[in-house]
């Protein structure tokens, strides 16, 4: 059983940048594929970014070239470095695994890209 805790998130002007964390309960180095996904008021819970254990990493279309995913295992941490930010990345973020597993969400931080 993994728990993850988010942190990071707050209310940023459009343009600014946020670096979100997110600490596991266990060790991560053996965890294949780490994942940030996000949900914006009334609308389903969606997959942003991927990292897989040899450092590879995916991006949804509408955030390439702005968000970066990262990993730090000794750290037991997932990251998200977000810049460039507009009004339509607000949401609540949540990391997960690959496949995301139902009993790993936790309450996810809240990110308002707001003026």
């Known amino acids: 059983q993994v728990q993850f805790v988010e942190s990071g998130g707050g209310l940023v002007q459009p343009g600014g940048s946020l670096r979100l964390s997110c600490a596991a309960s266990?060790?991560?180095?053996?965890?294949?594929?780490l994942t940030w996904h996000r949900q914006a008021p009334g609308k389903q819970r969606e997959l942003v970014a991927t990292?897989?254990?040899?450092?590879?990493?995916y991006y949804e279309d509408s955030v390439k070239g702005r968000f970066t995913i990262s990993r730090d295992n000794a750290k037991n941490t997932v990251y998200l470095q977000m810049n460039s930010l507009k009004p339509e990345d607000t949401a609540v973020y949540y990391c997960?695994?690959?496949?995301?597993?139902?009993?790993?969400w936790g309450q996810g931080t809240q990110v308002t890209v707001s003026s």
């Open positions: 990292i897989i254990s040899g450092g590879s990493t």
């Open positions: 266990v060790s991560i180095f053996s965890i294949y594929e």
């Open positions: 997960n695994t690959n496949p995301p597993r139902d009993s790993y």
